[in-house]
C-alpha cells in the first residue's frame, strides 16, 4: 500500500479512452505501471464514448413524451460494456438507471428543463463509466477508492452570472486541498478515481464544466492534490503542428510551454480543453497529452520551461463557422465610449466576441463559433440592427481564422515571408497580432480555409526534420505505407543475405549498390536531355567506385577542394581535365592556382580573387557563380543563396566585377547558380536558367548555364518525389528560347543517395520511463544528417526483416552527446543484441561527413557488385577501402 508521502499523478481519459475493454485495460495497465513507480494515481473519466450527446437527446425526447427508446439505448450501450468487462452492469447501474427513468418522465411532464436539471441528467454518464471502471478495476485486483466528483470540485458561486453559466459551464476552486490529501491518504485503496465533467455547487447540486470540461476537472484535481504530473490520455498522440485527420504531415509537438499550449488550444486545436492549462500551470505541474491507442508513445509534454527553442511557430490552428461583425465608425472619430456602447451590444446578445481589429474609422470583431446552447443567425441579425443605432454595422457570415502559434512570433515575421505567399490573391478580412505575442492570426472565407491550411502547413513544416522539438509526422505513426517498401529502389531488400554477410564482415558499414549507382546515373542522363553536361557533385560521395561508374556513363565531375580534384585524378590519371570544373569558397589563393592547373573551368565566387590575385587570372576563361537572392532546399543549412547565404556574388556587384574582370584579362564563358540542396520543385532550375541567362548578356563569351545541383530524393514513405521528365520539359522549354546556351547541372545526391545503406549491429537495449530505446554501435561519427538536419533515414531491422513491428523506438549510437540520434519513434519489430539494422538512403553525405570523434572511427564502405558479376565470379566480391 502507498505510504502518505507517496505522489498523486493524475490520468484523464476521455469518451473514446473509456469505452472498450481493451482501452480499460490499458488504463488498469498505465495504473500498475505508476503504481510499480511509487506513485498512486487519481483516475479521471468521462462519459463513454457518445453517451452525454445521448442524454441530450433523452431531454429532447422527453419533452415530446419520447424518451423510452432513448432510455433504452443508454442502458443497452451501459450494459454491453459491463459485459465486454465481465463486470454485473445490471447491478452496478441499476439506482442510476431507475434515477435517470425517474428525471425523463419528470421533464415529460413538466414539459420544463432548467439548466440544473440538464446538469443532473447530463452528469449521469460519468457516474455510470466510472461505477463501472471501478469494479473493473476490483475483478483486475487492484482497489479503487470511487470518489463523487461533485463533493470535490466546488463550482465557484458568482451570483451576477447566468444560471446557465453557473450550471452548465462553472468554473471550480482549485488552491491546493490538504483535507482532500489527507482523506485520499488515508485510503487503503490502490488507486483513486472519479468523474470528469461534473462538480458539485454551495447547495449540493450538480454543475457541469462546460464543452470538454472532463480535461479541466483533471487540471483541478491535479492542482488541488498537488500532483506530480497530469496525463491526458486521449485518441491523438499529442498535439501536432496542425489538425493531423486534415494535415497528415501535421509532426507531433514534443514539448510546448504552458502558453503555446493555452494559445493552440484556444485557436482551434481540439485536443485540449483551453481551461485545463491555468490550474497546472498556476501550479507548476507538467502536462503529459498521450493516446490511449498507442500508449508507448511520448507524446507532448507542456511545461513551464519549453519556450527556450527560440522563437519559432510550433503549429498552425484553425477555427470555422466564425461570423465576422464590422463596424464604420466615421461620425464617431474621436469620440469617447464608442467601443463600451458597442461591446454593452454584444453582451446583452450573450454573444462572446473573439478577435478584435481596429482602425481610426473601423472596428471589426469576430464572435465565436454557434453551439448546440447558442444559436447564431438570428440573434446576430438583432445585434447588427442594434448597433446600426450609433454605427454603420453589418455581419459576414462563413468566415474562418488561421492561427500562426508559437512565441515571439513577430522576431520571426521576416522569415514567414514566403509563406504568406499563400494568401496571394485571397481576401483577408481581419488580421490581428495579440500583444501576447503568441499569434498571428488571418480571417478568411471558410471555403478556403482547408487549402490555405494545407498549403501553410507544407510552407512551414514540410522541410523540418525531427528534433526534440517537432516529433514524427501523423502519417508516419500511422500509415500502412510505413511497413510498406520504402520510397525509392529499395534494392537492399533482394541483396539482403549479401547485406548480412557484409555486416558479419565488417559492420559498421555504408554498403554501396553498383547496380543502383549505374542506373541513377542512367536514368539522370536518360530523362534529362536538355541537359547538355551532366557533373557529378563528388562532395556527396567520393568513393573511387562510385567516380568509376559515373565516369564511364560519361558524367564529369564537380569538385570543391584540391583534396577532391586530386581523389578524381588519382583514379583517373588519364582524364581530360575539361570534365573537372573547380567551385571552391573562401579558399586561399594557392588553391585557386592549383584549380586553374588541374582543372578545366574554375568558377569564382567572390570578388576577392579577382581584387587581390589578379595576376593568376590572365588570359583565363573563368565561371561566376551569381546569388539569385534567394535559396531553396531541406534546411536551412543548406539553403546556399540569398543574403544569408555565403555564396555567389549579387547581381548589383555585377558592374564591378566586369571591371575587375577586365583588369585581370580573364573571360567569363559562363554563369553559374546553385540554390541548395533536396529541392524537389521541378522549375527551380528553370528559373536559375532563365536569372542566368539575364546576366549572360553582359558576358559576350558567355555561352554556358550551369544551374547548379540539389535535385532532392524522397526520403520518407509517402514523401513527394521529384518530377525529372517535369525538370526537363522546363528546360527543354528554356533551350527552345535560348538555342546559343549550353545548359549544364551538377547533382550529387540524387544520383547516390537510394543506393548507400548503413549496416550497424545493435549493441543494448534500455527504457526509460515511456521511451525506448535501441543503442546501434556508431551514430553521428558515421550518419550526422539527422543530429544536424533532423534528416530522416528509414531504418529496418535487417535480421528481421519480416517480423511485426513490435515497439517505438528512438534508434541512438555511442556517442556522448543528445543529438547522437539516427531516428526517432520508429517502429521496429521486437530487436535484440547484435541484430543488424539498416539505415536507408545513406550513399549521399554520409561516409564523406562522417568524423572520428569521440576517438570512434566512422563506418567503413563496401561495394556492392551487380548481381551477374557476382554470380560469375563465385558470390559478392566486395570491396572494402580505408575506414
Ligand atoms: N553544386 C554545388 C555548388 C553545391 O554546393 C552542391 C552541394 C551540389 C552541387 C550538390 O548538391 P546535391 O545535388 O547533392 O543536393 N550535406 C547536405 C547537403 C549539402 C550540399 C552542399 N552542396 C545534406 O546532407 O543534406
Not at 410 to 419: F, K, M, Q, T, W
Not at 757 to 776: D, H, I, P, S
Request: with cysteine.
Amino acid at each position: 500500500m502507498p505510504d502518505e508521502s507517496t505522489d498523486w499523478v493524475v490520468l484523464k481519459f476521455g469518451g473514446t479512452s473509456v469505452s472498450t475493454r481493451r482501452e480499460w485495460d490499458t488504463i488498469v495497465r498505465l495504473a500498475r505501471e505508476h503504481l510499480d513507480d511509487g506513485a498512486r494515481p487519481f483516475v479521471v473519466c468521462s462519459a463513454v464514448s457518445g453517451v452525454t450527446r445521448t442524454l441530450k437527446r433523452l431531454l429532447e425526447a422527453a419533452l415530446q413524451d419520447e424518451h423510452e427508446p432513448v432510455l433504452d439505448e443508454i442502458r443497452r450501450t451501459h450494459l454491453d460494456l459491463a459485459d465486454a468487462l465481465d463486470v454485473d452492469g445490471e447491478a452496478l447501474l441499476d439506482e442510476y438507471f431507475e434515477e435517470l427513468e425517474q428525471l425523463a418522465l419528470g421533464a415529460s411532464l413538466t414539459k420544463q428543463i432548467n439548466s440544473p436539471f440538464r446538469a443532473r441528467v447530463l452528469g449521469l454518464g460519468e457516474l455510470m463509466s466510472t461505477t463501472l471502471g471501478a469494479a473493473y478495476f476490483e475483478q483486475q485486483g487492484l482497489t479503487a477508492d470511487w470518489q463523487d466528483a461533485r463533493q470535490i470540485l466546488r463550482a465557484e458561486h458568482d451570483p451576477r452570472a447566468p444560471e446557465r453559466q453557473r450550471y452548465l459551464a462553472a468554473t471550480c476552486h482549485h488552491e491546493p486541498d490538504p483535507a482532500l490529501q489527507q482523506n485520499l491518504a488515508g485510503s487503503d485503496a490502490d488507486l483513486a478515481l472519479t468523474q470528469g465533467f461534473i462538480a458539485g455547487t454551495e447547495s449540493g447540486e450538480t454543475a457541469l464544466l462546460g464543452w470538454g470540461g472532463s480535461d479541466t476537472s483533471a487540471a483541478y484535481f491535479a492542482a488541488k492534490l498537488e500532483a506530480e504530473r497530469l496525463e491526458i490520455w486521449t485518441d491523438v498522440p499529442g498535439l501536432f503542428t496542425a489538425n493531423p485527420r486534415e494535415i497528415p504531415s501535421a509532426r507531433l509537438l514534443r514539448q510546448l510551454d504552458y502558453e503555446e499550449a493555452q494559445e493552440l488550444a484556444t485557436t482551434g486545436a481540439k485536443v485540449l480543453h483551453p481551461r485545463c492549462i491555468d490550474p497546472v500551470q498556476q501550479a507548476g505541474i507538467p502536462l503529459h497529452v498521450r493516446s490511449t491507442q498507442e500508449p508507448d508513445l511520448s507524446g507532448t509534454v507542456v511545461t513551464g520551461g519549453a519556450a527556450t527553442a527560440g522563437a519559432q511557430v510550433k503549429g498552425i490552428a484553425t477555427r470555422r463557422d466564425l461570423t465576422l461583425v464590422s463596424m464604420d465608425t466615421l461620425g464617431m472619430w474621436q469620440e469617447v465610449g464608442f467601443l463600451a456602447d458597442a461591446f454593452a451590444a454584444f453582451k446583452e446578445y450573450d454573444l462572446s466576441v473573439d478577435l478584435v481589429a481596429t482602425s481610426e474609422t473601423n472596428v471589426t470583431v469576430s464572435l465565436d463559433p454557434a453551439t448546440d446552447d447558442r444559436p447564431r443567425p438570428g440573434v446576430v441579425d438583432a445585434l447588427v440592427n442594434d448597433l446600426k443605432d450609433f454605427c454603420d454595422a453589418r455581419a459576414q457570415a462563413a468566415c474562418a481564422s488561421i492561427s500562426l502559434v508559437g512565441h515571439n512570433i513577430r522576431s520571426v515575421l521576416h522569415e514567414l515571408g514566403p509563406a504568406l505567399e499563400v494568401f496571394d490573391e485571397q481576401n483577408v478580412y481581419l488580421t490581428t497580432q495579440a500583444s501576447n505575442d503568441l499569434n498571428l492570426t488571418f480571417v478568411i472565407d471558410e471555403a478556403q480555409v482547408t487549402r490555405l491550411l494545407r498549403e501553410l502547413h507544407a510552407q512551414l513544416f514540410d522541410a523540418r526534420g525531427e528534433d526534440t522539438l517537432f516529433g514524427p509526422t501523423w502519417r508516419e505513426l500511422h500509415d500502412e505505407a510505413e511497413r510498406s517498401p520504402p520510397v525509392g529502389p529499395a534494392w537492399w531488400k533482394n541483396r539482403r543475405e549479401d547485406l548480412l554477410d557484409a555486416a558479419d564482415e565488417s559492420a559498421p558499414a555504408f554498403v554501396y549498390d553498383e547496380r543502383t549507382l549505374r542506373e541513377a546515373a542512367h536514368s539522370a542522363r536518360e530523362t534529362l536531355p536538355a541537359v547538355d553536361r551532366m557533373l557529378y557533385a563528388l562532395k556527396a560521395n567520393a568513393h573511387p567506385d562510385v567516380l568509376r561508374i559515373f565516369e564511364e556513363a560519361g558524367l564529369g565531375f564537380e569538385c570543391v577542394s584540391p583534396g577532391e580534384i586530386e581523389r578524381v585524378r588519382s583514379v583517373f590519371p588519364d582524364l581530360d581535365p575539361d570534365r573537372i570544373l573547380f567551385t571552391p569558397n573562401f579558399a586561399p589563393r594557392e588553391e585557386y592556382a592549383f584549380g586553374l592547373e588541374n582543372a578545366g573551368v574554375v568558377t569564382l565566387d567572390n570578388m576577392h580573387p579577382l581584387e587581390h590575385w589578379s595576376d593568376l587570372f590572365e588570359d583565363r576563361e573563368v565561371f561566376l557563380r551569381l546569388d539569385p537572392g534567394r535559396g531553396r532546399g531541406h534546411h536551412e543549412h543548406v539553403r546556399t543563396a540569398g543574403p544569408e547565404a555565403k555564396f555567389g556574388i549579387a547581381p548589383d556587384e555585377l558592374d564591378r566585377c566586369q571591371e575587375l574582370l577586365q583588369d585581370a584579362g580573364a573571360t567569363v564563358v559562363g554563369l553559374h547558380a546553385h540554390l541548395g540542396s533536396g529541392i524537389k520543385r521541378p522549375r527551380t532550375w528553370t528559373e536559375t536558367a532563365v536569372f542566368l541567362a539575364e546576366h549572360a548578356e553582359r558576358f559576350p563569351a558567355a555561352h554556358i548555364v550551369n544551374v547548379g545541383g540539389g535535385l532532392g530524393v524522397a526520403e520518407r514513405p509517402g514523401g513527394v518525389h521529384l518530377d525529372l521528365d517535369d525538370v526537363n520539359e522546363h528546360l527543354a522549354r528554356f533551350r527552345r528560347a535560348h538555342p546559343d546556351l549550353e545548359v549544364w547541372m551538377e547533382p550529387g545526391r540524387f544520383l547516390v543517395a537510394s543506393a548507400g545503406v548503413l549496416l550497424a549491429r545493435v549493441t543494448q537495449k534500455k527504457r526509460k520511463e515511456a521511451v525506448q530505446y535501441v543503442g546501434v554501435e556508431t551514430g553521428m561519427n558515421s550518419l550526422i544528417r539527422p543530429a544536424l538536419y533532423g534528416g530522416y533515414h528509414r531504418i529496418v531491422n535487417l535480421s528481421r526483416l519480416d517480423d511485426p513491428p513490435a515497439q517505438l523506438a528512438e534508434v541512438v549510437g555511442p556517442i556522448c552527446e543528445s543529438g547522437d540520434v539516427l531516428g526517432h519513434s520508429r517502429r521496429l519489430p521486437a530487436t535484440e543484441e547484435g541484430d543488424v539494422l539498416l539505415v536507408a538512403n545513406a550513399g549521399a553525405y554520409g561516409r564523406v561527413m562522417s568524423s572520428r570523434y569521440n576517438l570512434r572511427d566512422p563506418a567503413g564502405e563496401v561495394m556492392l557488385r551487380a548481381e551477374e558479376e557476382a554470380e560469375s565470379s563465385g558470390g559478392c566480391d566486395r570491396r572494402l577501402t580505408d575506414r
